[in-house]
């Protein structure tokens, strides 16, 4: 079975200081990993995947398979990352998504 | 920039009541889903819908639910006779093919009395 794990509920980091975000899983088949995001009273949006390789609003994450962990880092907070974080995975050809629990992110100004 | 949208954005049903929830996906979307997301809990898969039938569902998405996509560009929910349990905050998703980012719907909440 797929599961997601975000281990931390809450997260709150000075504006300025690093950011991560930890995200781990288990699954047997090749998964693909997100990251979405939701700011206060907006829709559920996709921050990244790791195919893209992409930074989106300073942020980064690598897929480990090594460790199962898929950690979203920023190295500067910004106030305006406030907001719940989503770590989710499928699989390569099925677009069903699996979340995990969701990190609520405050930065400290 | 287009939009998922789900109407309305509140439902309050008495327990045992049919509820029907609507969704308005991207136009040139093939893929739509159902999520819920219990109050304090996951986001968690109910279904997914492709080519007018459903492709996948979770052992949640049990008898008393169905969907449905009338008209080419609604997506519905029905829940057939609800119960307290299916409170929840429930969004509607679509994507354009196999691998493409999900785009989700500012959500329905819905309280079951």
């Known amino acids: 079975a797929q599961r997601v794990t975000q281990p931390e509920k809450l997260l709150s980091v000075f504006k300025g200081a690093p950011v991560e975000l930890k995200c781990n899983y288990s699954y047997s088949g090749s998964p693909e990993l997100f990251w979405y995001v939701q700011y206060s009273r907006q829709r559920l949006q996709l921050l990244l995947r790791h195919i893209s390789r992409e930074s989106i609003k300073g942020f980064t994450a690598d897929l480990n398979k090594g460790e199962t962990s898929f950690h979203l880092k920023k190295p500067f907070a910004q106030e305006e990352d406030s907001a719940m974080y989503y770590c989710?995975?499928?699989?390569?050809?099925?677009?069903?998504?699996?979340f995990g629990t969701g990190t609520r992110l405050t930065i400290i100004p | 920039e287009p939009e998922v949208t789900q109407t309305p954005s509140h439902q309050v049903t008495q327990m045992g009541q049919e509820v029907i929830l609507r969704c308005v996906p991207i136009?040139?979307?093939?893929?739509f889903y159902w999520y819920r997301q219990i109050l304090g809990q996951k986001v968690e898969f109910l279904v997914s819908?492709?080519?007018?039938?459903?492709?996948?569902k979770s052992e949640i998405f049990d008898d008393q639910f169905s969907v449905e996509r009338p008209d080419g560009s609604n997506f519905t929910l029905k829940i057939r006779s609800t119960k307290l349990e299916d409170s929840a905050m429930y969004f509607c998703?679509?994507?354009?093919?196999?691998?493409?980012?999900?785009?989700f719907g500012q959500g329905t909440r819905l309280t079951v009395v």
């Open positions: 819908f492709y080519n007018n039938e459903i492709s996948e």
């Open positions: 998703a679509s994507s354009r093919g196999e691998g493409t980012e999900a785009f």
């Open positions: 989710a995975l499928s699989n390569f050809g099925n677009e069903k998504l699996t």
């Open positions: 136009s040139n979307h093939l893929y």
